[in-house]
């Protein structure tokens, strides 16, 4: 059994007076991080929640929130991480699913959470504290979060995250993006997606400050950049777009690192725009099952290696599947399938859905791609995506790419529609970048008919004031089809 000290005591053992976290004006040590989780440890006790209980923690981007979610791990607690955006009905399947005996959450969140045990972050603060039994050690193979899948179809499933899932996602990211004794994180991505809890690993694993923002905000964020020493940050191909209007004709600072950019392969107009202004950015792959990142692309191949995520990090690996399940050669389509030691061991009480997905350590992702010969993996779209028109192969997230290429187009979806004589057909619902940025129906088709077979051309543009994204920004392409049905499309 592999054991090791627990993360939050050891870090602040070690460097008890480094700064853990900024938020808003507020600052903690790792001292004053451990003080406040150990006293909220206790007030947990006191509800009587005990090492190996399942708990939810339904919460926003608070220092409250980080506090609560290292008291977990000081006990020994399983934390169920609820996104605050679903619906009732969603939190009450997922609730009962992981047989959470207790629920921590915002006040605001009260009529959302179905009538089960649940208490308030300003009834726990309230609460008297009992001796809270602090776990010395962590077991790697512990489970340490459960975070549900949004699921293409069916029930979302639980993920397991163990400790050890983290302390490697953690290690090989550093091993990939390297580690200075002054970097920094800024973290305005939400806490209950893992590629926001997974900055909070790496925290107390690297001893490295974060700057946390409830929300992200273009213009916050580059103010904090300069005035926080940011070096690193977390982003989408969205928020990124944003930061570089923001930024207009100015730079970010010499000893900003990187951008390190999930969601979907970035268009070429951004990536472009990036080098211009000497932005560096970090394409990467990965996903709930993998921790956060387990493949990206350094910025020095952004370009040469145009839409690619990139490699495997250190400790993981990485092949291509053909459908009878022999390997395909370099640039053959097939399922992306990874492996390594922080990928999950499997979906909580779904020993179905866990043989199905997990062979011999093996993750079969369901999304397809390829490596061309030099073992860069290109993502071409999730299997429950894809649109087969006329028994041809139509990728999504292809066409997205080259609408995004139009100067007008601030964000656009793809998805397809039944067809009587192809089966289906591709169809786009395009965001300007303002009403007097239009552009017409005839412009991107023709802007498709130029780089694209034509079989793969949008039969129809739809124009909407916004897209359907999860927590994470990434675009729920299934729900594309409701703003027509809600008629929200000109």
């Known amino acids: 059994m592999d054991r090791m000290p627990n993360f939050l005591k050891k870090r602040a053992f070690l460097t008890p007076d480094r700064t853990a976290i900024y938020f808003q004006e507020e600052t903690l040590t790792f001292k004053q991080l451990y003080d406040s989780a150990v006293k909220t440890a206790g007030k947990l006790q006191s509800f009587g929640l005990a090492k190996g209980d399942f708990a939810g923690v339904m919460l926003t981007n608070q220092l409250e929130t980080v506090v609560v979610l290292f008291a977990f791990q000081l006990l020994g607690l399983t934390a169920v991480i609820l996104n605050n955006r679903l619906s009732s009905a969603e939190l009450e399947w997922q609730l009962n699913d992981s047989k959470a005996?207790?629920?921590?959450?915002?006040?605001?969140?009260?009529?959302?959470?179905?009538?089960?045990?649940?208490?308030?972050?300003?009834?726990?603060?309230?609460?008297?504290?009992?001796?809270?039994?602090?776990?010395?050690?962590?077991?790697?193979?512990?489970?340490?979060?459960?975070m549900y899948t949004s699921g293409t179809t069916g029930n979302p499933k639980g993920v397991i995250q163990t400790y050890g899932n983290h302390w490697w996602s953690a290690i090989g990211s550093a091993l990939n993006l390297g580690y200075t004794e002054e970097d920094c994180w800024l973290c305005a991505v939400p806490l209950f997606h893992i590629s926001g809890y997974s900055i909070l690993m790496k925290s107390v694993i690297y001893g490295m400050p974060i700057v946390l923002h409830e929300s992200f905000d273009a213009q916050k964020t580059v103010e904090?950049?300069?005035?926080?020493?940011?070096?690193?940050?977390?982003?989408?191909?969205?928020?990124?777009?944003?930061?570089?209007?923001?930024?207009?004709?100015?730079?970010?600072?010499?000893?900003?690192?990187?951008?390190?950019?999930?969601g979907g392969p970035a268009p070429l107009p951004l990536l472009q725009a990036c080098v211009e202004k000497e932005i560096p950015v970090f394409q990467t792959y990965g996903m709930t099952e993998t921790s956060s990142q387990i493949v990206t692309l350094?910025?020095?191949?952004?370009?040469?290696?145009?839409?690619?995520?990139?490699?495997?990090?250190?400790?993981?690996?990485?092949?291509?599947?053909?459908?009878?399940?022999?390997?395909?050669?370099?640039?053959e389509e097939g399922e992306i399938v990874v492996k390594g030691p922080n990928v999950t061991s499997g979906y909580l009480y779904r020993p179905d859905a866990t043989k199905e997905k997990l062979r011999e350590g093996w993750l079969y992702t369901g999304d397809i791609g390829y490596l061309d010969e030099e073992g860069f993996l290109y993502v071409l779209d999730r299997r429950s995506d894809l649109i087969i028109s006329g028994g041809e192969n139509i990728y999504p997230a292809e066409i997205e790419a080259v609408l995004l290429s139009h100067s007008y187009v601030a964000d656009v979806g793809v998805t397809g529609v039944a067809d009587d004589t192809w089966g289906q057909i591709p169809i786009a619902f395009i965001v300007t970048k303002s009403e007097e940025a239009a552009c017409s129906e005839d412009d991107l088709r023709h802007l498709c008919m130029e780089q694209m077979a034509k079989y793969k051309v949008p039969k129809r543009f739809y124009f909407v004031k916004e897209l359907p994204r999860n927590a994470s920004k990434k675009l729920l392409r299934r729900k594309l089809i409701d703003l027509l049905n809600d008629g929200d499309c000109e």
């Open 101 to 146: 005996v207790l629920v921590i959450l915002d006040a605001a969140f009260w009529e959302k959470v179905p009538p089960t045990r649940k208490v308030t972050t300003e009834e726990l603060f309230a609460a008297t504290a009992t001796n809270p039994k602090i776990q010395e050690e962590v077991d790697l193979s512990a489970v340490c979060t459960i």
């Open 224 to 262: 904090d950049i300069r005035s926080k020493h940011v070096t690193v940050m977390s982003v989408v191909g969205t928020t990124l777009t944003r930061i570089v209007d923001a930024l207009e004709g100015e730079r970010l600072p010499n000893y900003f690192r990187c951008m390190l950019l999930g």
């Open 298 to 331: 350094a910025p020095e191949y952004s370009i040469q290696k145009l839409g690619s995520a990139g490699k495997p990090l250190f400790p993981s690996q990485i092949k291509i599947e053909r459908v009878d399940g022999s390997l395909a050669h370099a640039k």
